[in-house]
Structure formats: C-alpha cells, structure tokens
C-alpha cells in the first residue's frame, strides 16, 4: 500500500512538473533579450530599433569593413551558432559567408533581408549574370521594406511582444519618410547636369535611380573585381570632358585608385577635388551620429551636395 501510494505521488509530481515546464519555465525566460546576430552596421542599426530592449544584436561587421571581401572567423561563426535570429543582407553582398549561412539555417532562424524585396524593385548586376545589385539601403523606401521584414520576423518568433515590434516600427518608418524627403530636398539644390555622383566602387546605383543622380564607379558592384588601367582612363575622359567638380572616397574602399583618377584627370587640363568621404558598404564608427543608418545616409547626401554645388 506505501508503495502504491508513493508511485502515485511521483506520478502526480512529475504531471505538475511537466505543467510548470510547458506553462512557467518560458515566462522566466520572457525578460531575456532574443540573442541576434547581423552582418552589415546598417542592417544591424534597423533591428535595434524595432526590436528595442528585447533584442541583443552584435553585429559581425564594423566601421571601415567591405562586406564583399569579409571572411568569418572562428569567433563569428561561434557567434551566429549561438545566435536565435541572424539577419544578413543577401543578393550575394556577404558572398564570402554564404556556405555557412546555409549550414546555419539548419540550426538557426537565418534571414537574408534582400530577399525580401520584390524582383521587379532590384537592380539587376551589370556584372554577374542572373545576380542583383545588393546595395539595397541606398532607396531609403527599399529599405523602409527591410525594416517591415525585420518587424515581421520579430513578431514570428517573439509574438508576446509583437505589438511592441509593431509600435516601434511604426516610429523608425515615419523617421526613414522624412530621411527620404530630406535627400530629395537637397538633391534638388543642384542642377541635373551637375547630378553626376563618381565613387570608388558602383554601389550607388539605388542611390542614383531613386533621387535622379547619374553614378559612375571605379570598380563594379563587388569590390572583389579590381579596377584596371583601363577603367581609371576611361572615368578620367568622362570626368575632364563633363567638368565634374569633385569625386569621392569610400570609408571602406581603399583610397588610392580614386587618388590614381584624380592624378589622371589632371593630366586631361582638368582639377577635379576629392570631395570628401562617403559610407558605402559600412557606417561609421559605433557611437556617432554616422555610425546609425540615418546619420550615414544624412553625411552622405550633405557631403554629395555641399561638393557638387
């Protein structure tokens, strides 16, 4: 009889056990941030504001690093193991890290934003056939979509907490609205033949067709294609014959070969200035104003404009 007795009350332990588990043990869990990793500072930037104090992002890529070459460490690949959500950009800007980000989908909820935006809306490359060009956050309206997608994903895995996702979302979209009608404001202080935007590499082409500039780069979309003798006369003849007045560096794209332009433009009878630094494939430093997606499409527009006037 004692022993009956004991079985059923382990029985009814391990019942109530099982009850905490399944109703109790996530709530303890509820007040710990999701764990995600993002690749790029932009994208990194979008998830911490919609996902606010409920997220813990790292990102794997700071200031100054091109995207197109990096290479994960063992320390990165650690991280997005031990990660809930990754977020990467796609369209093949991380080319690089794609083999683990499909071994990661495995284990890890991984999100390609780029992907998320209609075919009919990317540019196609002008380089690597059946590809896209992955500059995406250059339309802010593009990237008013990812930040849409980042919202969803959130409220997929996270639901309790979906109207907070939601709310925030709702705020970070109204401030990329009035990011875009600023761009389309300053644009608007030069003239279209002087809307000619000359960079290091050809990631402005989102940039050029949203907000009318016509864009010329060095070297093509990937930075992984170097630029020959050829492409630096021929942007030299384009630049002398035009009249441009200023061209421009990139924060994560070696100075030099735009040096080598401005070298070869002179020789044409033609001084064309370095206008100043734009941020490209990466923001600026964690912790400035240029080091949030808003403050580097901001430095950019007003260093664009503030040079070709």
């Not at 409920?54 to 990165?76: F, I």
């Not at 031990?82 to 977020?87: D, G, H, L, M, T």
């Amino acid at each position: 009889m004692y022993d009956i007795n004991l079985k059923q009350k382990l029985s009814n332990f391990s019942f109530l056990l099982l009850f905490a588990m399944l109703f109790f043990v996530p709530d303890a869990y509820a007040d710990k941030p999701i764990k995600i990793v993002a690749t790029i500072g932009q994208l990194s930037d979008v998830v911490a504001n919609v996902g606010g104090e409920r997220v813990k992002v790292e990102g794997l890529m700071g200031a100054g690093v091109d995207p197109h070459l990096y290479k994960a460490s063992e320390g990165d690949v650690r991280k997005l193991r031990e990660a809930q959500i990754i977020f990467y950009n796609g369209l093949f800007l991380e080319a690089k890290m794609e083999d683990i980000f499909k071994k990661m989908q495995r284990r890890v909820k991984t999100v390609p934003v780029g992907e998320s935006i209609p075919r009919a809306e990317l540019l196609e490359s002008e380089v690597f056939h059946g590809h896209f060009d992955p500059h995406i956050w250059f339309d802010v309206t593009l990237w008013q979509k990812v930040t849409i997608k980042v919202k969803e994903t959130l409220c997929e895995f996270d639901n309790l907490y979906c109207k907070d996702y939601e709310k925030r979302a709702v705020e970070y979209l109204e401030k990329l609205t009035q990011l875009d009608q600023f761009i389309k404001t300053r644009a608007l202080e030069i003239s279209k033949d002087q809307r000619i935007l000359v960079t290091a590499h050809d990631a402005f082409r989102y940039f050029g067709r949203k907000y009318d500039f016509q864009v010329k780069g060095l070297q093509g979309i990937s930075t992984q294609s170097e630029a020959g003798i050829n492409d630096v006369v021929n942007l030299a003849d384009f630049i002398a014959e035009h009249k441009i007045k200023a061209i421009f560096i990139e924060s994560s794209v070696p100075e030099r070969n735009i040096q080598a332009v401005r070298e070869a433009v002179k020789s044409r009878g033609w001084d064309v200035k370095i206008g100043g630094e734009l941020f490209s494939d990466a923001m600026g430093h964690e912790g400035s104003f240029e080091g949030t997606y808003i403050g580097m499409v901001t430095h950019n527009i007003n260093t664009i404009v503030d040079s070709l006037k």
